[in-house]
Nanobody, 124 residues
Framework: QAQLVESGGGLVQAGGSLRLSCQAS????????MGWFRQAPGKEREFVAA????????LYADSVKGRFTMSRENAKMTVYLQMNSLKPEDTAVYYC?????????????????RGQGTQVTVSS
């Protein structure tokens, strides 16, 4: 079973940047699509970004497109989420998730494994 540990969250002013990392364990990382989701207080978890197992194809939520970039280094078993031009509405706990196949999807149901999350707070 994949284990996922997120890092890189913190407090940043609006307009600033953060880079989240997710360290994975497990033998199938290089053949597994990965995703980032977020959940703000009182709101449902929402899709942020996902990337194919090879890293050649990525999906983004409309709300982050053009500001966030997801990438991966299979040799390090790590995925990243570079977040630029952050807005107060980006404030949430961000979760890394591992899929059950190589193709990325937006549905949380496609990602059976999830990390504990890292808090991102954007001040106005």
């Amino acid at each position: 079973q994949a284990q996922l540990v997120e890092s890189g969250g913190g407090l940043v002013q609006a307009g600033g940047s953060l880079r989240l990392s997710c360290q994975a364990s497990g033998r199938t990382f290089s053949s597994t699509a990965m995703g980032w989701f977020r959940q703000a207080p009182g709101k449902e978890r929402e899709f942020v970004a996902a990337i194919s197992s090879s890293g050649g194809y990525a999906l983004y939520a409309d709300s982050v497109k053009g500001r966030f970039t997801m990438s991966r280094e299979n040799a390090k078993m790590t995925v990243y989420l570079q977040m630029n031009s952050l807005k107060p509405e980006d404030t949430a706990v961000y979760y890394c998730a591992a899929g059950s196949g190589s193709y990325p999807f937006k549905s949380p149901g496609a990602y059976p494994h999830r990390g504990q999350g890292t808090q991102v707070t954007v001040s106005s």
